[in-house]
């Protein structure tokens, strides 16, 4: 049997597809490369030293699904496939119900016709908008504020009500907060394609001349240095995570919720001067006015993930500082 990990070729997907070989799971990749190098695939054999099947299908594509499930026997999906860019979601909402929403449905429609009733789903803190209770419980009233969080949120109805409709589904939904980091070997790891969303390629790619200087949103938040604090997770800890999830989910018919953060909360102005001791490189950067919608402190209250997935991240900020650095540094121009 086979662990199928959609969209697993790239930034998070690739790390857990490690975490499962290295316990010789058997794995399935499948992505149609819409944002990833199918080069990440030879550096997880170079670390592996493993060679897993993978596929370069499009979870939209009916007819290349319903090819797999005939010809593999798969046991559990663990669905990453989606675009995740919280701003080009607001330029393209259709792009992003279309991907996300409808490739889900068509993965699920296709699951349901093989038996496959078991699924980890990658939903991510978007889904809770703009809260002022932290830390962040799974009970917290869920908000997203733009197309993508609100993609996110209609699949985990989705999953709630095909549980609900037939309890031979076995749902866990994984409410990531801000994975940063990668792999040790500096061989995998965050390559945005275009201009990063998020902070930590920003940080890198300043530090490699890539990007001019790193603009900071706001410096008068309610926050011990005024700039904004977030939960940020280690990748590898994420990947480790989600194989917890699947040791946990075995031999069950449960729906169930987890935030995956370390519940530690980091300024982003700690984020910088970490990044900044662990590789001796100093980061230009400017603070600019607060974004819409911005709030000071967000980060998890991670106990649910910790009691019952016995989930404890191995790794503090200078190893996520220390790791992103490796990679971008080896790989400056991305998978060239
Ligand atoms: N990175 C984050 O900060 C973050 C936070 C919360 C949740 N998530 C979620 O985790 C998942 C993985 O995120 P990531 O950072 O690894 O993103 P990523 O873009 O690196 O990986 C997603 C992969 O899915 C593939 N893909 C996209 N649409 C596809 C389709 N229709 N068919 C097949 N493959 C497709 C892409 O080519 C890419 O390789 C996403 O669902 C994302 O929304 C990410």
């Given at each position: 049997?086979?662990?199928?990990?959609?969209g697993?070729?790239g930034y998070i997907?690739?790390?857990?597809?490690?975490?499962?070989?290295?316990?010789?799971?058997?794995?399935?990749?499948?992505?149609?490369?819409?944002n990833?190098?199918?080069?990440?695939?030879?550096?997880?054999?170079?670390?592996?030293?493993?060679?897993?099947?993978?596929?370069?299908?499009?979870?939209?594509?009916?007819?290349?699904?319903?090819?797999?499930?005939?010809?593999?026997?798969?046991?559990?999906?663990?669905?990453l496939?989606g675009f995740k860019s919280v701003?080009d979601s607001?330029?393209?909402?259709?792009?992003y119900?279309?991907?996300n929403?409808?490739?889900?449905?068509?993965?699920?429609?296709?699951?349901?016709?093989?038996?496959?009733?078991?699924?980890?789903?990658s939903?991510s803190?978007t889904?809770?908008?703009?809260?002022?209770?932290?830390?962040?419980?799974?009970?917290?009233?869920?908000?997203?504020?733009?197309?993508y969080?609100?993609?996110?949120?209609?699949?985990?109805?989705?999953?709630?009500?095909?549980?609900?409709?037939?309890?031979?589904?076995?749902?866990?939904?994984?409410?990531?907060?801000?994975?940063?980091?990668?792999?040790?070997?500096?061989?995998?790891?965050?390559?945005?394609?275009?201009?990063?969303n998020?902070?930590?390629?920003?940080?890198?790619?300043?530090?490699?001349?890539?990007?001019?200087?790193?603009?900071?949103?706001?410096?008068?938040?309610?926050?011990?240095?005024?700039?904004?604090?977030?939960?940020?997770?280690?990748?590898?800890?994420?990947?480790?995570?989600?194989?917890?999830?699947?040791?946990?989910?075995?031999?069950?018919?449960?729906?169930?919720?987890?935030?995956?953060?370390?519940?530690?909360?980091?300024?982003?102005?700690?984020?910088?001067?970490?990044?900044?001791?662990?590789?001796?490189?100093?980061?230009?950067?400017?603070?600019?006015?607060?974004?819409?919608?911005?709030?000071?402190?967000?980060?998890?209250?991670?106990?649910?993930?910790?009691?019952?997935?016995?989930?404890?991240?191995?790794?503090?900020?200078?190893?996520?500082?220390?790791?992103?650095?490796?990679?971008?540094?080896?790989?400056?121009?991305?998978?060239?």
């Open positions: 049997m086979y662990v199928l990990v959609t697993g070729i997907g690739s790390h857990i597809v490690l975490e499962l070989m290295k316990l010789d799971i058997k794995v399935i990749i499948i992505d149609n490369l819409s990833s190098s199918i080069k990440v695939l030879d550096r997880i054999i170079i670390i592996s030293n493993k060679i897993p099947l993978f596929f370069n299908i499009d979870i939209n594509d009916e007819n290349k699904l319903d090819w797999l499930f005939l010809n593999y026997k798969i046991s559990t999906v663990i669905h496939a701003g607001v330029k393209n909402p259709i792009n119900y279309h991907n929403i409808g490739g889900t449905i068509t993965l699920l429609t296709v699951m349901k016709k093989y038996n496959v009733y078991d699924i980890i789903f939903s803190a889904v809770y908008g703009v809260t002022k209770l932290m830390p962040i419980s799974e009970k917290c009233a869920l908000n997203p504020i733009n197309p969080g609100k993609t996110k949120l209609y699949i985990e109805n989705l999953l709630l009500d095909i549980f609900k409709s037939n309890i031979q589904w076995n749902v866990i939904i994984l409410r990531y907060f801000n994975p940063v980091g990668a792999h040790k070997s500096g061989l995998i790891g965050d390559n945005p394609s275009l201009i990063p998020n902070l930590m390629p920003y940080i890198t790619q300043v530090a490699v001349k890539k990007l001019e200087k790193l603009f900071i949103y706001g410096k008068d938040y309610n926050t011990k240095d005024g700039t904004g604090i977030r939960d940020y997770i280690h990748v590898v800890d994420l990947a480790v995570g989600h194989v917890k999830a699947l040791f946990y989910m075995q031999n069950k018919h449960i729906c169930e919720i987890f935030n995956l953060g370390t519940g530690i909360g980091y300024s982003v102005l700690e984020l910088v001067k970490t990044f900044e001791a662990v590789s001796g490189v100093k980061i230009n950067f400017t603070f600019v006015d607060r974004r819409a919608g911005d709030l000071d402190i967000i980060y998890a209250d991670s106990s649910l993930a910790r009691e019952k997935l016995e989930f404890h991240p191995q790794f503090n900020l200078d190893d996520m500082c220390t790791d992103s650095w490796i990679f971008q540094k080896n790989n400056p121009d991305g998978y060239l």
